[in-house]
């Protein structure tokens, strides 16, 4: 199911309007896929909002529906200036919900669900967040491939940072992953991506500590 689907179907489950709904879906396709893009872009939120929905099939179906907006939304919005990004991600969402008839309640839920991403932290009990905190980071857990392909993707997204800035912050980023205890919150993610992960971010960070003169 593509992500418009998703969307629409979404908004359509939570009593919206589903002419409101294609308009946004519309507007959701064109900024994902906005030429600046490398890795935050359509595929991406396909990804998230595919692995969200499948990690959190134990919950409602109301519930499901909301980690789907905001897996969908979740990065609609993307300059790569974090913090400004997931803000403004929130903000496009709480629009386009409010436009489309949703309760006051949902609209708020998808926008914190949204606002999660940008510590990539909620209450332990939160399951809907978990779901899609997992979800985003699931990319970390492919195989080398794929995460190398993903790592120079996001390299792309941020090529105004120049080397050696990118190379101290990026470091730091990875630093800061690999110190997460659990870096994935449900038992079915650690189970399926977790040692991926950490040997995929271990790889890179290895990368970027090496003497310049060896970085290829």
């Known amino acids: 199911m593509s992500v418009r689907s998703r969307w629409i179907e979404a908004v359509e489950r939570l009593g919206g309007s589903v002419e409101v709904a294609e308009k946004a879906a519309r507007d959701l396709e064109n900024r994902y896929n906005e030429p600046h893009r490398r890795y935050h872009d359509l595929a991406h939120a396909h990804s998230v909002a595919r692995h969200a929905d499948r990690l959190a099939r134990a919950l409602s179906t109301e519930d499901r529906a909301l980690i789907t907006l905001a897996a969908c939304a979740h990065d609609v919005i993307y300059d790569a200036k974090p913090g400004d ?17 949703l309760v006051a309640r949902h609209v708020a839920r998808v926008e914190e669900l949204i606002l999660t991403t940008l510590s990539h932290d909620a209450p332990a009990e939160d399951q809907g967040a978990t779901a899609l905190l997992d979800a985003d980071l699931a990319t970390l857990g492919a195989s080398e491939d794929v995460y190398d392909q993903y790592a120079r993707d996001v390299r792309e997204e941020f090529k105004h940072v120049d080397d050696q800035a990118w190379t101290v912050g990026r470091a730091a980023v990875l630093e800061k992953l690999l110190a997460k205890d659990p870096l994935f919150r449900s038992p079915a993610a650690r189970a399926e991506w977790d040692a991926a992960a950490r040997a995929n971010l271990t790889r890179e960070l290895t990368r970027w500590r090496r003497p310049a003169t060896d970085l290829g």
């Open 85 to 101: 990004d997931e803000r403004r991600s929130a903000e496009w969402a709480r629009d386009w919900l409010t436009r489309a008839g």
